[in-house]
């Protein structure tokens, strides 16, 4: 995690760059607070294309706008109130009864791929990892809004505690209280989940079945003639 100090120099310099129209500084500034912003947007969306469209829909405004930006605090700062303010805003159009937070101040994060593997790596483990990605991904959609945005940014974002609660406008305490009730609905959650597939682990059907079969068999020629 960048210092405020050199990350208020970066911004400096990002943003003479963008004022002169340099296409390369509206790239770094975006590959810089891609992964966040997004995450950000779809732990109150729940919408995997909303969130997207909703994070796009911020840069034009924040990029089309620049003269906006006071330098009071960082530039992720400024996007993340952007884009929060807009996935908030279209939360309540769509779902005006639903419990959420109504304010954001700070975010940074990079743009990173969203699922590393191993080049080694087998497709059944790939296959294995997306699966289990999966279950976690429907899991954390399943949590009250306020605890879900306060998971993403604690857990999946591994922003700290003070971050987090400057970025939803909450007492560092309530944090702590959230995250601590969202990983135990998690833990239920999840141990449903699993349970219900605990009758396909290590599975022996299908190829492995035939493969084993076919090997006996054939080693067992002579004594079957």
Not at 52 to 71: I, N, P, W
Not at 148 to 155: D, E, I, M, T
Not at 164 to 187: E, F, M, N, S, Y
């Amino acid at each position: 995690m960048r210092e405020p100090g050199s990350a208020l120099a970066g911004d400096a310099a990002l943003l003479a760059a963008m004022r002169r129209g340099e296409r390369f500084a509206f790239e770094t500034l975006m590959r810089q607070n891609n992964r966040r912003l997004y995450r950000l947007a779809r732990s109150i969306l729940r919408n995997d294309s909303e969130a997207e469209d909703v994070v796009q829909e911020s840069y034009v405004r924040a990029l089309t706008h620049l003269d906006g930006f006071k330098g009071e605090a960082s530039l992720a700062t400024w996007l993340a109130r952007i884009v929060a303010n807009e996935a908030l805003g279209r939360l309540r159009r769509h779902r005006p009864t639903a419990e959420i937070d109504g304010r954001v101040t700070a975010a940074s994060g990079r743009c990173e791929p969203a699922l590393m593997t191993s080049p080694a790596a087998s497709p059944e483990n790939d296959a294995a990892r997306r699966e289990i990605r999966g279950l976690i991904e429907q899991a954390i959609d399943t949590l009250p809004p306020h605890f879900r945005a306060v998971f993403v940014l604690r857990s999946v974002e591994q922003m700290s505690i003070e971050e987090t609660a400057d970025l939803l406008g909450i007492a560092p305490a309530t944090v702590k209280t959230r995250l601590h009730r969202a990983h135990k609905l998690l833990r239920h959650r999840l141990s449903d989940r699993l349970e219900s597939i605990l009758d396909d682990v290590f599975a022996f059907a299908g190829l492995r079945c035939d493969r084993i079969q076919h090997n006996v068999l054939a080693r067992l020629q002579f004594a079957l003639r």
